[in-house]
């Protein structure tokens, strides 16, 4: 294998960039229809062990809203706050939202510009496809780029006097 340069790398990054969003691995969003307890959101949530957004789709899968982790701490938790209501009390009814034909790169800017860390992915139809993740992204350029992450020094900006080891 050759070793790739500074200069190759970067020279790849806006290629890659400009992937579409098809090219990453995703896991299922996290959904409910409407109607369900803010309490039963909060549960999803919980069991599934990552700090992802709510996605709300009615029965035939098209996008209805989302109740994000903003939403939860900032507006939910809070003393006296009632869980019995459904989740379109608290849901974001126009959330921002990509296409699967939509770059790495639109993704990477919706989710800087805006601070989303989750954006629901839709097809023509509204229909809800699945959902775009920083983590998704991150885990992309890393498999595209094993050998220079994995060689990285701990703090790449620090040069070592001598080589470590045997």
């Known amino acids: 294998m050759t070793e ?4 190759d790398v970067a020279a790849r990054v806006p290629s890659l ?3 579409q969003l098809k090219v990453l691995s995703r896991r299922e969003p996290l959904t409910v229809q409407p109607g369900t307890s803010l309490a039963e959101c909060l549960r999803i949530v919980q069991r599934s062990g990552v700090g992802d957004s709510v996605i ?3 029965a035939s899968g098209r996008l209805a809203g989302v109740l994000t982790e903003r939403d939860i701490f900032g507006k939910l938790i809070r003393a006296g706050a009632d869980l019995s209501r459904p989740v379109e009390s608290l849901m974001n009814t126009s959330p921002h939202t990509l296409r699967m034909d939509s770059t790495v790169r639109e ?5 800087q510009t805006g601070r989303f860390r989750n954006v629901p992915i839709i097809d023509e139809d509204g229909v809800l496809v699945g959902i775009v993740r920083e983590q998704d992204i991150l885990k992309y350029l890393a498999e595209t780029f094993p050998e220079e992450l994995l060689n990285l ?3 790449p900006h620090q040069q070592m006097q001598e080589s470590e080891g045997a």
């Open 17 to 19: 960039a400009d992937e």
């Open 107 to 111: 993704a990477l800017e919706l989710m």
């Open 56 to 58: 709300v789709a009615d």
């Open 4 to 7: 790739l340069t500074e200069q």
């Open 153 to 155: 020094p701990p703090r």
